[in-house]
């Protein structure tokens, strides 16, 4: 008799549960659509190392031996095709020679570094690691080579990914740049002047590098370990062997290290993987300016107080900025609700903006403050740049 009596809620309970069943195969199937690239990194816990290790390590071999399997040796391979001599354009030599002179052509090879980001084969590097490169070679700690495909690169930060199958591998832990301390011990691994895989060691000299001149979006690591030709791409690592970033450059008189040397850090170097990663492209967005720093004569000139902002040098004809109504001699003082005061911070903050999305400008015009909006568009891809001296 009792069991009759429950029959009803039993029923009752019975259809909740097979609803609920219902919508969680729906919710399931609405996710099962065509997917993209799957970025799967591996992160270590955002805490300063000088926490996390307590007091300084009598070796950093744990640390290397955590991230050297990680680091690959790059070597590519491209065709030049040079003109030929300028005296054959002379009648006389061509009258011996004819007019049928094929250009010459020669295999240009190159040697880089690079670091395994995921397990299944991605791989960052530098843009002017394989730059123009017909063929691109992996080589493993373990011996092991392989061919790798370029799935994306982005000249405006110097960072390209590559793809290599050479089934399940090691990824590195990605650290966190933005815990970096002077005085941090890090160390360089890569592949110097091809002899093989090589470890230097140092400390952060600096932080927020930028004006160098080696690429649009600047915020360089600055370390004296040694970083020589053939480290571009490779891996700067704290002493608990967790990537920090990537090594790009060195300021050097003679070609080798002086002991000045630059990476991306990975945080920047993380958003820009991942776009690339997904879509092959990196997305930014812009206003169509030029702006200069706000040095003291400038602020003295438009009466200011120096680092109020950046000013406004040259605006692109019917470009976002000037369709927003913004003038050159403007003093712009908050992009998108965020103070700004120097180069880099405007950039960058214009450029995170998703294009298409309308921002508040704040500015400073004739001494008077006003509000403007504008629309950011996807930013142009950069011109072609030639390879630079300082990039090891």
């Known amino acids: ?71 690959v040796n790059i070597h590519t391979s491209k065709t030049v095709t040079r003109a030929n001599h300028p005296l054959l354009d002379d009648p006389a030599f061509r009258r011996f020679f004819g007019d049928a002179l094929p250009p010459q052509q020669s295999q240009q090879t190159s040697l880089g570094s690079g670091v395994i980001v995921s397990a299944s084969g991605y791989i960052i590097t530098n843009n002017h690691v394989i730059d123009g490169a017909d063929e691109i070679d992996v080589g493993l700690q373990d011996g092991r080579h392989a061919s790798a495909r370029l799935v994306g690169t982005d000249p405006e930060t110097d960072i390209a990914i590559l793809k290599t199958d050479l089934g399940t591998l090691t990824p590195m832990v990605l650290g966190h740049s933005d815990l970096l301390q002077v005085g941090d011990v890090v160390l360089a691994i890569g592949d110097p002047f091809g002899v093989g895989q090589t470890v230097t060691q140092g400390i952060i000299s600096a932080t927020g590098r930028s004006e160098l001149g080696l690429s649009t979006f600047e915020n360089f690591i600055q370390t004296d370990a040694a970083i020589n030709p053939g480290n571009s791409g490779g891996a700067l690592v704290n002493a608990g062997g967790e990537l920090i970033g990537i090594n790009t450059a060195i300021f050097s008189r003679s070609g080798g290290s002086e002991g000045i040397g630059f990476a991306i850090p990975v945080n920047l170097a993380k958003d820009v993987m991942t776009q690339l990663i997904k879509s092959g492209q990196v997305t930014r967005s812009w206003l169509g300016i030029e702006i200069q720093e706000l040095t003291p004569p400038l602020a003295e000139s438009f009466g200011v107080p120096p680092g109020k902002g950046v000013v406004v040098a040259r605006i692109l004809r019917d470009g976002p900025a000037d369709k927003a109504g913004l003038e050159t001699g403007d003093i712009i003082t908050e992009v998108a609700g965020a103070a700004v005061t120097t180069l880099r911070d405007t950039l960058q903050k214009i450029a995170s903006q998703a294009p298409g999305k309308k921002i508040e400008l704040k500015v400073l015009r004739s001494g008077k403050s006003k509000t403007l909006t504008a629309t950011v568009t996807q930013r142009p891809k950069p011109e072609p740049q030639q390879q630079d001296s300082s990039r090891p």
């Open 1 to 71: 008799m009792q069991i009759r009596k429950l029959l009803p809620y039993i029923g009752q309970g019975l259809l909740v549960g097979l609803a609920g069943g219902a919508i969680a195969v729906l919710l399931l199937w609405g996710r099962s659509g065509p997917q993209q690239a799957k970025v799967e990194f591996v992160e270590a816990p955002h805490a300063p190392m000088a926490q996390a290790q307590g007091a300084a390590p009598a070796s950093y071999a744990p640390a290397v031996k955590r991230a050297a399997p990680s680091v």
